[in-house]
């Protein structure tokens, strides 16, 4: 018998200091959504996950970029749901399986949970891109005689017409996508000057 209530004793220790160890906390406020500091363990993991050659950098440093990283995932997500910016998961499902795949070539095991976490990040940055699309693809010009210039300078220029023309797409994509990229970046910062950021 006092071996049980020393078992139950033990175990009731165990469990209050667990609880307290999952004590949720808030560190920071955008708009009306909380980001607590299970969020910002879970983002460090995912950041650690994703990049590898974070690895062995001070926690300090890894904190900062995990808050902004949450930071920035919570604005996205608010502008794309007043946008109503849906997209079906087999959109994406195999982007996120491709990325799980080569986390795990390198040796890394990954949580079911931050797994999920990495699904939402997909998702997430896949809608953003989307948004950012529609909202200024039409600003988004590629200078024709820049890509033919540069397929000048280009080593083995395809001599076969259509190979030729997939090159020039190519091309053309890679300067389209760094054009929405830096849209990317100032409307980000637009929505992040016009939000309310508390921090705790």
């Known amino acids: 018998m006092k071996k ?4 139950i004793f033990l175990l009731l220790i165990t ?3 667990s609880e307290d160890t999952k004590k949720i906390t808030l560190l920071v406020k955008v708009n009306n959504f909380g980001i607590s500091n299970i969020d910002l363990l879970e983002e460090i993991q995912i950041i650690k996950n994703l990049n590898t050659n974070l690895n062995n950098t001070d926690q300090q440093i890894l904190e900062k970029i995990a808050i902004q990283s949450l930071i920035d995932d919570v604005l996205k997500r608010q502008e794309i749901d ?3 910016i849906k997209l079906s998961d087999s959109t994406f499902t195999k982007e996120y399986e491709q ?4 986390i795990e070539k390198t040796g890394v095991i990954i949580d079911t949970n931050i797994k999920k976490k990495i ?5 997430l940055n896949n809608e953003w891109n989307q948004l950012i699309n529609q909202k200024y693809r039409w600003n988004v010009n590629v200078n024709i005689n820049e890509i033919e210039d540069r397929l000048k300078d280009t080593k083995n220029i395809p001599t076969d017409e ?3 023309q997939e090159l020039k797409n190519k091309l053309i994509n890679i300067e389209k996508n760094k054009k929405l990229e830096v849209f990317s970046k100032i409307h980000l910062s637009k929505i992040k000057k016009q939000s309310l950021i508390k921090f705790f």
């Open 99 to 102: 990325l799980i795949a080569s």
């Open 119 to 123: 699904f939402l990040k997909v998702k």
């Open 15 to 17: 469990n209050a200091y």
């Open 82 to 84: 007043e946008n109503n």
């Open 4 to 7: 049980i209530l020393v078992y």
């Open 162 to 164: 259509k190979e030729l």
